[in-house]
């Protein structure tokens, strides 16, 4: 004894009618209405999350999301209407708002404050009352009426300020009022001024400027309440159109529609409007304020399932709305469907001017949901709807898998228990049909009108049809009608089999559950309850016991013929009954939308668990065949998926081992189209990835050169640089020198300045303390004056106001007595009035008694009449229902009668038909049978003559054959020689490569040591200068060799001179060496990285080359091998051409030498000669080059040898 548990999995479907139905929480997800519930949909993750509405709400009206994204306000419809405030977080209820103000039922329109703490709602007919709430107090802080009292004009939208909490703005038909908060009421200000239009919605595109859509397809920008300007979509929309084939013209009605701005959503750039059917127009702002400028039109797309796929771009959209990212654009349609589109001027410029938008989620139903079945082998739901569509959705997943549009409405379907066939009950025809891979194809008709329900067997070899009263039973393979089950006197609206298909379980609205048995037809048990109408039936899995539930509001339990329980469900109409498999669940869809969990096995009176789901009746009800998942469908047009357990969590364990059928259907014409479009991008990838590996190789030999091209210039620019910052060296130093002085010279300046400035600063100083004493004086003797003068003006003041107060007393006492005066007068009209107040009701009463007797007397008479009447009329009846009867039997007699003669003329006629066909069909037989016989003797004499002609001619291919076999050996050894050559010239091409490089080193080598000779040479300059300054200055000194003295003194000059500079020059001479090793060494630094450098160029391109080797040897080894094949081939010929001309023999061996001889000389290849001599040639040019690069190598090798040492010192002078 448990109530199983049901949750909400998934729902397909959109409400379409409800004001601000699409809104975002964030950049991933949306909140949208759907049924009776709130569903936040997460765009990536494809999952829902549900708010679900109230209990005893007639349906939502109106929806919005508050500007932090933190909560939705939902406005519901009932005896009184209500607004519920969730927390998008949590999902759980904040507050719950209602105002007894309001006479309204529903609420048209809701917004939050740009803040989150206030909402304003617009109340609908009769009174048009706007509420200002503070809704986290429940408080209501202003209530004013909107409409006009004379017109009593809709209204349609109101929004807030995006930046102030107190300013509001309301539109309608007829009415664009701006209200401002202040004191507890809400004013209106800023009065229109221009000719009322239908305003049917408005955006704020700033804090001071609102822009409004009308029926018209004008959009009015208001300042203040100001028309700054007007804007007319429609023209735009017409020159665009211009271009393109003009439509079949339209009912007026539909082109007003069609004109009308029906929603407007702003973004920081501008805003989207929708104007013209399917159609989103995007205005950006300009320089000018007053002005946007139309920058793109965003279209609904083609359904290229439908049967008219234009037809899908012919639908109004209701709602927009714009991510927080400003990235994403949601909308909604009249359809019920939802649609999106990125922003990004990437996406939208693909497509030009005009984008498209994608379905956001699926494509959902947009019209009652009439029939409903689950697969057994897949996790497939078939449904299909009045909006004549046929629709497949995978239950696990929760996509749609497949759907496509009919030309008719379907009322009902069965889906095969393989997955692989759907039937379908058409308006015109029941049609079998095959579910492809991406279509659903008609494979068989028959010929039932409008065929209301229909059921596949458990085992999929029979199904079951509805044709008015009567259930056909027919076979799946054979597609005969096997059985038909009548007795219904009224349509069958259900019918179930049994698990093990061996019942048939119908119900129907002549109040009748009748039991079948489905192998001979007959009828196996009854219930009959004429006063109830039946709408759905269920059985439990051993087939015992079945559950109906109608029109009288109950549900029924029926075993063996005899209703067991009888559940009341509480005034409310159950409209479907699902039974698990496991048999231990047990539910019931009610006519307001809601899923009713029973308490199974059924009590009574009757427990249940209720959920709330669907927005209208639910249809029909189903269980997936693993117990898991219960399907409802709905009047409202959606599709809800539950997840179902038991109290204990237990449900019927699905066999993990076998899972779920992949299998699907293809046509063979569909695949061979598929295979061959494989094939032919297989061969396109293939010449592609040719193309991009020779690109690739191109791309690489000019980037080399680029390379080599970009470092010999970045090494000559590195050697200009060098100079011009040794250049640039010296001139910092000279300009650091001058601004020294010149900072020096300005200081001493500035602190002559200084002391002038101070000393004249100080003189004003006394000169204005002077002054300040002087204004301090006259400000005292000021305020003095002032204090007399308010002495004087109080004591003037109470004065007057004594005076005052005398006069207004003797007034009071004036007014007091007249007051007294009145009092006394009104007593006495009371008086009167209360008299003859009495006087009148005595009067009345004794009127009403009168009538009162009179009517009285009346009512007597008529129900006397009445009843005689009543009595009259049931004799009738009876007389009447008896005939009918009689007249209705007789009518069913002849037409019988009829159709049945009907038939059997058909029948005759195709009989004569089918005759005279077979005999014409006899006669051209014949005349072909003669004609063929004539065409295969004719060609038996041709066969003749060709087989003569083959004959010849393979003797003569044999004689060419031997010609030609000499021949080829000569090529095949050409071609040996060829390769050789070229792998030889790749040699010395890399030989040659080497070379060039070691003539670059020692290029820099040369380069390095011209540069130390031409500073050897300076010193020695520098040196042989000394000498000569040395050799003087002995000279002068050797003067002196009489005068010991002057000697001595000339001695001692000379030597402080001379020694001091040597040891200066030995300090140079060292510096020098370390600038000589710091060069030497950083010269060997570039030379390692620049080595390093061409390291990785060269491993890079011995890789790229490997590889090349690599495919080129792969090739040239199965050209071996063919050429091995062929000499095979060829030494075999030779060997039996040698038999032939008697080679073997040892007396012919000269002669057949001669022969040989003979022939070669004979059959020379003169292009092949010119070939070889053109590459001996090369070789002979090329080895001549070597040479003398080698002989260049040697040379600057002997110059590198002989080169001075570097160093060298001049041994300083010893003076004694």
Request: hydrophobic share 30%; glycine share 4%.
């Given at each position: 004894m ?9 729902i397909?479907g959109?409400k ?9 929480h964030?950049?991933q ?6 049924g ?11 999952s ?15 929806m ?6 933190r ?7 009932g005896?009184k209407?209500?607004i519920?405030?969730?927390d ?24 939050f ?9 617009q ?6 009352t ?9 408080k209501?802080?202003a ?23 107190t300013?509001l703005c ?8 701006l209200?401002r908060y ?26 001071e ?7 018209k397809?004008?959009?009015?920008l208001?300042?203040a309440?100001?028309?700054k300007n007007e804007?007319?979509?429609?023209s ?6 211009s271009?393109?084939?003009?439509m ?5 009605e539909v082109?007003?529609?069609s ?6 959503v ?10 013209g059917l399917g159609?989103?127009h ?8 007053d ?5 793109r039109?965003?279209?609904v ?10 037809k ?17 654009l949601?909308?909604?349609?009249e359809?019920?469907?939802l ?8 996406d939208?410029g693909k497509?030009?001017?005009e984008?498209?938008?994608e ?6 139903h ?13 996790p497939?739901?078939a ?8 629709r ?5 997943t929760?996509?749609?898998?497949l759907?496509?549009?009919f ?6 379907i069965?889906l095969?228990?393989?997955g ?13 049909m095959?579910?492809l891979?991406?279509?659903i ?11 209301r ?6 085992g999929g070899?029979?199904f079951a049809?509805?044709?008015?009263n009567?259930?056909?039973i027919?076979?799946?393979t ?6 038909n ?27 009748a ?23 759905s039936?269920?059985?439990t899995?051993?087939g ?6 109608g ?35 047990l539910?019931?869809?009610t006519?307001t939308?809601?899923?009713r969990?029973m308490k ?10 209720e959920h ?14 693993d117990?898991?998942?219960l399907?409802t469908?709905?009047?409202d047009?959606c599709i809800?998926?539950?997840?179902a ?10 066999d ?14 569909d ?40 470092t010999e ?6 050697e200009s640089l ?6 640039l060296k ?6 650091e020198a ?5 900072t020096?010279e300005?200081?001493e300046k ?9 000393s ?11 002054k ?10 000021m305020?003095?004056d002032?204090?007399r ?6 004591e ?7 005076e005052l107060?005398e ?20 007593r006495?009209?009371n008086?009167?009035?209360e ?15 009168d009538?009162?007797?009179k009517y ?13 009447l009543?009595?009259e009329?049931g004799?009738m009846r009876?007389?009447?229902t008896?005939?009918q ?16 003669s ?22 051209e037989?014949?005349?072909t049978?003669?004609?063929?016989e004539k ?7 041709k066969n ?6 083959k ?15 000499p021949r080829?050996?000569?090529?095949k050894a050409m ?6 050559m070229?792998?030889e010239?790749e040699r ?7 070379l060039?490089l ?8 040369l380069?390095?040591t011209d540069k ?11 040196v042989?200068?000394?000498?000569k ?6 000279h ?6 009489q ?6 003194e000339s ?6 001179k001379?020694?001091?500079e040597d ?7 060292d510096?020098?060496?370390?600038k000589?090793y ?5 010269h060997?630094?570039?030379?390692v990285?620049?080595l390093?450098?061409?390291l ?11 590889v ?32 032939a ?6 007396s012919?061996q000269?002669?057949?030498a ?7 000389s004979?059959?020379?290849n ?5 070939d ?6 090369i070789i002979?040019l090329?080895?001549?080059e070597?040479?003398?690069?080698r ?7 002997s ?18």
């Amino acid at each position: 004894m448990a109530i199983a548990v049901a949750q909400a999995r998934h729902i397909f479907g959109l409400k379409s009618e409800v004001s601000g139905n699409i809104a975002y929480h964030d950049e991933q997800t949306v909140v949208y209405p759907s049924g009776a519930n709130c569903i936040m949909y997460n765009i990536d993750q494809k999952s829902q999350k549900f708010i679900p509405g109230s209990d005893k709400s007639q349906g939502m009206t109106a929806m919005t999301v508050s500007p932090n994204r933190r909560y939705v306000a939902i406005a519901e419809k009932g005896e009184k209407a209500t607004i519920t405030i969730y927390d998008l977080h949590s999902l759980r209820k904040r507050k719950i708002l209602s105002s007894t103000e309001v006479q309204s039922k529903e609420f048209v329109s809701l917004a939050f404050s740009p803040d989150s703490k206030y909402l304003v709602a617009q109340a609908g007919r009769p009174d048009w009352t706007l509420l200002y709430w503070t809704w986290e107090k429940s408080k209501v802080m202003a209530v004013t009426k909107t409409s006009n009292p004379q017109t009593n004009a809709p209204i349609y939208q109101v929004t807030f300020n995006p930046q102030d909490n107190t300013q509001l703005c309301v539109v309608g038909d007829g009415i664009f009022k701006l209200f401002r908060y202040s004191e507890g009421n809400l004013k209106q200000f800023a009065f229109q001024k221009m000719e009322p239009q239908n305003y049917l919605c408005q955006a704020w595109v700033s804090d001071e400027r609102v822009i409004v859509g009308t029926d018209k397809g004008k959009l009015l920008l208001f300042e203040a309440g100001e028309l700054k300007n007007e804007f007319n979509v429609v023209s735009s929309m017409q020159q665009s159109s211009s271009d393109k084939d003009k439509m079949s013209s339209v009912t007026e009605e539909v082109g007003a529609v069609s004109c009308a701005v029906t929603a407007l959503v702003a973004y920081s750039k501008g805003f989207a409007c929708s104007c013209g059917l399917g159609t989103v127009h995007m205005f950006e702002k300009t320089d000018d304020k007053d002005f946007f400028k139309k920058t793109r039109e965003i279209k609904v797309p083609a359904d290229p399932n439908s049967a008219d796929p234009q037809k899908n771009e012919q639908q109004q959209i209701f709602s927009l709305a714009v991510s927080p990212s400003e990235e994403n654009l949601v909308c909604t349609t009249e359809v019920q469907q939802l649609y999106g589109i990125t922003l990004s001027s990437a996406d939208l410029g693909k497509q030009g001017d005009e984008a498209r938008f994608e379905v956001l989620a699926q494509s959902f139903h947009c019209n009652q949901v009439l029939g409903l079945d689950v697969c057994a082998r897949k996790p497939l739901v078939a449904t299909c709807s009045l909006d004549r569509s046929v629709r497949i959705w995978n239950f696990e997943t929760c996509n749609l898998e497949l759907y496509k549009e009919f030309a008719e409405e379907a009322y009902s379907i069965a889906l095969h228990p393989s997955g692989l066939y759907i039937l379908v009950g058409f308006s015109d025809k029941l049609r079998l049909m095959n579910l492809l891979i991406d279509d659903i194809r008609t494979f068989k008709e028959f010929t039932i009108r409008g065929c209301r329900e229909c059921s596949f067997s458990n085992g999929g070899n029979m199904f079951a049809a509805v044709h008015g009263n009567v259930i056909q039973i027919y076979s799946s393979t054979t597609f005969e009608n096997v059985l038909n089950l009548k007795g219904h006197n009224g349509k069958v609206r259900s019918v179930q089999w049994s698990a093990d298909d061996s019942k048939i379980i119908s119900c129907g609205m002549d109040g009748a559950v009748y039991e079948w048995n489905s192998f001979d037809g007959k009828r196996v048990g009854e219930s009959v309850l004429k006063s109830c109408s039946y709408t759905s039936v269920a059985v439990t899995p051993d087939g015992k016991t079945t559950f109906a539930v109608g029109s009288d509001r109950t549900l029924k339990e029926i075993a063996d013929s005899q209703i067991l329980r009888d559940v009341d469900s509480h005034d409310v109409t159950l409209t479907a009954v699902a039974m698990s498999h496991s048999g231990r669940m047990l539910f019931a869809g009610t006519s307001t939308g809601t899923l009713r969990s029973m308490k199974f096995p059924l009590t009574v009176p009757g427990e249940w668990a209720e959920h709330q789901g669907h927005s209208s009746a639910i249809t029909k009800m189903k269980m997936t065949y693993d117990d898991q998942y219960l399907v409802t469908i709905s009047e409202d047009s959606c599709i809800m998926i539950w997840k179902a357990q038991d109290k204990e969590g237990r449900g019927l364990k699905r066999d993990k081992e076998v899972g779920w059928a992949e299998e699907i259907l293809i046509t063979k014409s569909d695949l061979e189209e598929k295979n061959a479009m494989m094939a032919e991008l297989k061969t396109r990838v293939d010449e592609l990835k040719m193309e991009n590996e020779y690109q690739l190789r191109l791309k690489d030999m000019n980037y080399n050169e680029k390379i080599k091209e970009l470092t010999e210039k970045f090494i000559q620019e590195m050697e200009s640089l060098k100079t011009k910052n040794q250049v640039l060296k010296t001139d910092k130093e000279k300009s650091e020198a001058t601004h020294e002085e010149e900072t020096s010279e300005q200081m001493e300046k500035h602190a002559k300045e200084l002391q002038d400035l101070e000393s004249a600063n100080n003189q004003k100083l006394m000169l204005e303390y002077e002054k300040f004493q002087e204004l301090q004086a006259k400000s005292q003797k000021m305020q003095e004056d002032y204090e007399r003068q308010l002495q004087e003006m109080e004591e003037s003041k109470e004065r007057a106001l004594e005076e005052l107060t005398e006069y207004y007393e003797t007034k009071l006492t004036e007014k007091t007595g007249q007051l007294e005066q009145s009092h006394d007068e009104g007593r006495q009209q009371n008086k009167e009035y209360e008299e003859t107040k009495r006087q009148i009701e005595e009067d009345s009463d004794r009127e009403i008694l009168d009538i009162k007797n009179k009517y009285e007397r009346r009512l007597r008479d008529e129900k006397e009449a009445n009843m005689r009447l009543k009595g009259e009329t049931g004799i009738m009846r009876k007389k009447f229902t008896s005939l009918q009867k009689e007249i209705d039997d007789h009518k069913e007699e002849i037409k019988k009668l009829q159709g049945e003669s009907t038939k059997f003329q058909n029948v005759i006629r195709n009989m004569e038909k089918d005759a005279a066909g077979l005999k014409k069909e006899i006669q051209e037989r014949d005349e072909t049978i003669q004609d063929k016989e004539k065409r295969i003797y004719d060609l038996k004499k041709k066969n003749q003559e060709l087989e003569k002609f083959k004959f010849v001619l393979d003797y003569k291919i044999k004689e060419l054959k031997k010609q030609i076999e000499p021949r080829e050996n000569d090529i095949k050894a050409m071609k040996e020689q060829i390769q050789e050559m070229e792998s030889e010239l790749e040699r010395f091409h890399k030989q040659n490569t080497q070379l060039e490089l070691n003539i670059t080193e020692l290029r820099q080598k040369l380069k390095a040591t011209d540069k130390e000779m031409h500073q050897e040479r300076q010193r020695v300059r520098d040196v042989e200068a000394t000498v000569k300054r040395f050799k003087t200055d002995l000279h002068n000194c050797v003067g002196y060799i009489q005068d010991p003295k002057m000697l001595k003194e000339s001695i001692k000059a000379l030597y402080q001179k001379h020694v001091q500079e040597d040891i200066t020059e030995s300090a140079s001479v060292d510096a020098d060496i370390q600038k000589e090793y710091a060069r030497q060494r950083e010269h060997l630094e570039r030379s390692v990285a620049s080595l390093r450098k061409k390291l990785a160029k060269d491993t890079e391109i011995h890789r790229a080359d490997n590889v090349r080797i690599m495919q080129e040897n792969v090739s040239l080894i199965k050209e071996i091998n063919d050429l091995r094949r062929e000499l095979k081939i060829a030494r075999t010929q030779v060997h039996d051409l040698e038999a032939a001309l008697g080679l073997h023999r040892q007396s012919n061996q000269g002669e057949a030498a001669q022969t040989l001889a003979n022939i070669t000389s004979t059959n020379k290849n003169a292009m092949l000669e010119q070939d070889l001599q053109e590459k001996l040639k090369i070789i002979e040019l090329q080895k001549g080059e070597i040479k003398k690069m080698r002989g260049q190598l040697r040379e600057i090798e002997s110059q590198m040898g002989s080169r001075p040492p570097s160093g060298g010192k001049v041994p300083p002078l010893s003076v004694q």
